[in-house]
């Protein structure tokens, strides 16, 4: 499941995103863990590299820097861990990029049967309600549902 709907208390919009998958927090937890797996979990149109020289330690306050293309547009990306509770959540947000505001909080909850991966992005765009119909939401959405359907190669076999 994929949605995205309009947040009035940070005027702008939250995207929710969440699949359950028959592994084990832990396992992935330790795979968000490592910085680089988000260029397999990206769609390759996007181009998308990790700029910052491995290792990665990830923590409160790692930065962390990318490039990708978007519609042929080359951006520069970078966030920080601004908070890290290992193994149920940590938030990433931008500090510069292309959107006014990025806020993403990545939870995973254990199940009987798996562990729950929930996305939940707040965001903001240049040009706002118009720009984020006509550009920005649809794009999201699809590398979303990229994202999910990698999720699901990588571990629907409980790997």
Known sequence: MVDIRWCDTTRGWLLTAEQELPV???????????AFQL??????WLNF???TKAPIKIQSGTLI???LK?????????TEISAWNPPESFTDRQLRGPYLLWEH???????????????QVRYQVPGGAL???????????RI?????????????AGS
Do not use: C, K
């Open 24 to 34: 084990r927090r832990s396992v992935l937890f330790e795979f968000f863990s490592d």
């Open 39 to 44: 260029e397999q979990l990206t769609p390759p």
């Open 70 to 78: 978007l519609h042929g547009i080359p951006i520069r990306w970078r």
């Open 105 to 119: 909080l990545h939870t995973f909850t254990e199940t009987a049967s798996g562990t729950i991966v929930r996305d």
């Open 144 to 156: 979303f549902r990229f994202r999910q359907q990698r999720m699901r190669d990588l571990f629907a």
């Open 49 to 51: 590299r990790v700029l």
């Open 65 to 67: 820097d990318y490039r």
């Open 131 to 141: 720009v984020n119909w006509l550009f920005v939401q649809r794009d999201v959405v």
